[in-house]
Nanobody, 126 residues
């Protein structure tokens, strides 16, 4: 089975930067041949798409609200996916979730993902 664990969330001032990590593990898990995504859920709001990449990292999608500020990446040797967040705004405050799916292609659809982490809280002060 696949297990995902997010880390790196904390309180940060507006304009600051933060890097979230998603460590993947499992008896038969391989970060290769899997696509990955990041989603977030603000208080009282629906979970929304943030960023995604395909199995190779060569194809990426970003929500318009984070484009140019956030970057999704991966380190295959560490079985870890990252979300680098720069120029943070108070509107970025949310619980951030990483997600994976057994597919080569990236998608913005949260319903297409098979595996989810527990989430990590990011709070951006005004």
């Amino acid at each position: 089975q696949v297990q995902l664990v997010e880390s790196g969330g904390r309180l940060v001032q507006a304009g600051g930067s933060l890097r979230l990590s998603c460590a993947a593990s499992g008896r038969t898990f391989s970060i290769y041949q899997m696509a990955w995504g990041w989603f977030r859920q603000a208080p009282g709001k629906e979970r929304e798409f943030v960023a995604a990449n395909n199995w190779s990292g060569g194809t990426t999608y970003y929500a318009d609200s984070v484009k140019g500020r956030f970057t999704i990446s991966r380190d295959n040797s560490k079985n870890t996916v990252y979300l680098q967040m720069n120029s943070l705004k108070s509107e970025d405050t949310a619980v951030y979730y990483c997600a994976g799916r057994a597919s080569l292609s990236a998608t913005t659809d949260l319903n297409a993902y098979d595996y989810w982490g527990q989430g990590t809280q990011v709070t951006v002060s005004s």
